[in-house]
């Protein structure tokens, strides 16, 4: 059996690796470079993340999938603090509130005691309490919050954190996509302080190392450099999949130097250049694809002399829009993993989003040492920058995506051999996108294997 993968991003890596070892014959095509925007600079004593710094390990595919390469000695955990992370409100700097279900406060005590809030704000909360259900069907990330919590606690914790976790506008988010356990905790128990406290005392994370967060002594790099070494010459570097045909005999993908028959074929690409492949076909959901919205993110990586450079507590700082900063936020890499950057290095990380990561290197640079100097004080000029930029590089949930992931998966329903995954359908992280790519591999082989598959449509 043949499968071939478009696009060797992660999504695509794991799809090829699960097809690989379910004793398939695999070809994974990439144009440019594997990992996606997963991608890890290691120099002169540096491990610099260009992109994501970290996974969860309460979502455990990643790290399994980790394990199963002989990483398992590689992981590790973020170096111990508390609090580790600071929301800044205000002109000042605040620590999380404990006990944090995804991006709702489950203990009264931490909220009533939290500065983030004022008392008002801390009264309109706890109406939360009493206030009743609202009505099914999904809608906008912001309104759900403020209609729950209040404005407050929207503006200075909910919209920061998910702003750090999805980037863009988190106002516009779609609960069901994004956070769906926050509407079944309203439909479950009315209350979502209620809800998350039940859902906080059931869960049973693993912490290893005190850590909720997790990444490798080499970067995340090294999970993608070893799917490529267990992919090896399946893995095809350069080759662009320029067009798709499909006949009773299976797929063909007419790539730029030679075209690759296959039985199965996963699209591993962003939603706007599956629905280009997509469109010669018939897909009937090629304007759900190009509906699905994708906003520019970039990162700054600045090393300073350690020397009398300006205290940092915790692992970084996130900061409320009210604030100003053109940063999303901060972190202090080398208070946040082991063995980033030499001895007596400080190594901070800015991200930015929407239209403020769209305005080149310099300003990036220019960007983020401003914004750091006007939270720390007086900084020194950095020793050394690195600037990565991602066009249009993140896909946005908003309201109304279950729909279109609806039509496009009933669209799929015409094909019995063709899976399309990545970030913009069910997860943006990387275990989300590493649960995708396996997830459909082993299905559509296991329709195969067990006679599910039907006489392929040529139109």
Avoid at 355 to 362: M, N, T, V
Wanted: aromatic share 6%; glycine share 12%.
């Amino acid at each position: 059996m043949k499968v071939l993968v478009v696009g060797g991003g992660l999504a695509g890596l794991a799809a090829g690796y699960e097809a690989l070892v379910r004793g398939a014959e695999v070809t994974v095509l990439e144009p440019e470079r594997v990992g996606g925007k997963v991608r890890t600079v290691r120099e002169d004593g540096f491990v610099i993340e260009t992109g994501p710094d970290a996974v969860v390990r309460y979502k455990p595919w990643a790290l399994a999938l980790a394990r199963e390469l002989g990483l398992g000695d590689d992981i590790v955990g973020t170096k111990p603090a508390r609090p580790a992370a600071y929301i800044r409100v205000r002109g000042r700097n605040h620590p999380l509130p404990e006990g944090l279900n995804v991006v709702i406060p489950s203990r009264l005590g931490p909220l009533i005691r939290t500065p983030l809030f004022s008392p008002l704000g801390k009264l309109r909360a706890a109406l939360d309490l009493v206030l009743p259900a609202g009505p099914d069907g999904d809608e906008a990330f912001g309104s759900f919050i403020r209609r729950r919590l209040g404005r407050e606690v929207w503006e200075n914790l909910a919209a920061p954190l998910t702003g750090g976790i999805y980037g863009g506008d988190p106002e516009n988010l779609s609960l069901l996509a994004a956070f769906p356990m926050l509407k079944e905790l309203e439909r479950k128990h009315r209350s979502l302080i209620l809800g998350s406290l039940a859902a906080m005392r059931k869960r049973k994370t693993s912490r290893e190392g005190g850590s909720l967060f997790a990444s490798f002594k080499g970067g995340q790099a090294q999970l993608v450099d070893a799917l490529v070494d267990r992919l090896g010459s399946s893995l095809i570097l350069g080759e662009k999949a320029v067009s798709i045909e499909r006949s009773a005999a299976g797929w063909l993908v007419n790539g730029t130097s030679q075209s690759y028959p296959a039985d199965l074929l996963i699209l591993a690409l962003p939603a706007p250049a599956a629905a280009e492949l997509l469109r010669p076909l018939g897909f009937e959901a090629v304007g759900e694809l190009q509906a699905i919205p994708y906003h520019s993110a970039a990162t700054v990586t600045m090393a300073f002399d350690a020397r009398g450079f300006p205290e940092r507590r915790g692992h970084g700082v996130l900061f409320a829009r009210s604030e100003g900063f053109g940063a999303r936020g901060f972190t202090w890499l080398d208070q946040k993993w082991p063995h980033r950057a030499p001895v007596g290095v400080a190594l901070c990380r800015a991200y930015f989003s929407g239209p403020e990561a769209e305005k080149g290197p310099e300003a990036l640079r220019d960007t983020a040492l401003a914004d750091l100097r006007r939270l720390l004080g007086k900084v020194p000029e950095p020793e050394r920058v690195w600037v990565d930029e991602f066009p249009k590089g993140m896909p946005a949930y908003t309201v109304g995506h279950k729909e279109r992931l609806a039509a496009i998966e009933k669209a799929i329903r015409r094909f019995d051999d063709l899976a399309l995954v990545g970030a913009a359908y069910r997860g943006v992280g990387i275990p989300e996108v590493i649960r995708d790519g396996r997830e459909a591999v082993a299905r559509l082989i296991e329709q195969r294997t067990s006679g599910g598959s039907v006489v392929p449509d040529a139109g």
